[in-house]
């Protein structure tokens, strides 16, 4: 099983700041099946980035992927306060397609 | 639009069973492979099942094999979580979702609680 680590496990920022979370894979993942996913509260998470660093529909600009093996990056460029929530990064590549625990970004 | 509405959660007691559905709409059901994720209260999300198009291919999560069996019902747009032997730690929102390229639509979740 491909374990999921993310961090750090709070992130406190001001609107206008940039965020950056790390999901580092415990074995290389296929930048093909790298996902990111923002939740806020009493709500369905919503797919931000797929394949490393491809925005999801209607996602924007201000949100960015990158990354390639085990080290992955999201990044959120100047925050707005619908931003601040929960964020997830997942592999789907190998079964089980796992989720790391999550970052939350908080103001 | 797509649309995925999950039904079947609620109370049930530990060794017991529930069936969850999940029924598609705004898009071709049969293309794509589907999941399960669950979220127990106050916790992160866990991957718990995958299956294709056509059900030639399935996947579950240790914690679920055995227990928890999917299907899929392209006729009917539905995809079905078939959950026995629940536990205490089953308890959790359930989510179907559809997977392009990640988990590109969800639902809005079924919760199963089990006590």
């Known amino acids: 099983e491909i374990v999921l680590t993310q961090s750090p496990g709070t992130l406190s920022l001001s609107p206008g700041e940039r965020a950056t979370l790390s999901c580092r894979a415990s074995?290389?993942?296929?930048?093909?099946?790298l996902a990111w996913y923002q939740q806020k509260p009493g709500q369905a998470p919503r797919l931000l980035i797929y394949?490393?660093?491809s925005r999801a529909t209607g996602i924007p600009d201000r949100f960015s992927g990158g990354g390639s093996g085990t080290d992955f990056t999201l990044t959120i460029n100047r925050l707005e306060p619908e931003d601040f929530a929960v964020f997830y990064c997942q592999q789907y590549g190998t079964p089980p397609f796992t989720f790391g625990p999550g970052t939350k970004v908080d103001i | 639009e797509v649309q995925l509405v999950e039904s079947g959660g609620g109370l049930v007691q530990p060794g017991g069973s529930l069936r969850l559905s999940c029924v598609a709409s705004g898009f071709i059901f049969s293309s794509y492979e589907m999941t399960w994720v669950r979220q127990a209260p106050g916790k992160g999300l866990e991957w718990i099942s995958f299956?294709?198009?056509?059900?030639?291919?399935?996947y579950y999560a240790d914690s679920v094999k055995g227990r928890f069996t999917i299907s899929r019902d392209n006729a009917k747009n539905s995809l079905y979580l078939q959950m026995n032997s629940l536990r205490a730690e089953d308890t959790a929102v359930y989510y179907c979702a559809r997977l392009l390229g990640g988990l590109d639509y969800w639902g809005q979740g079924t919760p199963v609680t089990v006590s």
């Open positions: 299956i294709s198009s056509y059900s030639h291919t399935i």
């Open positions: 394949a490393t660093s």
């Open positions: 074995q290389s993942v296929s930048s093909t099946y």
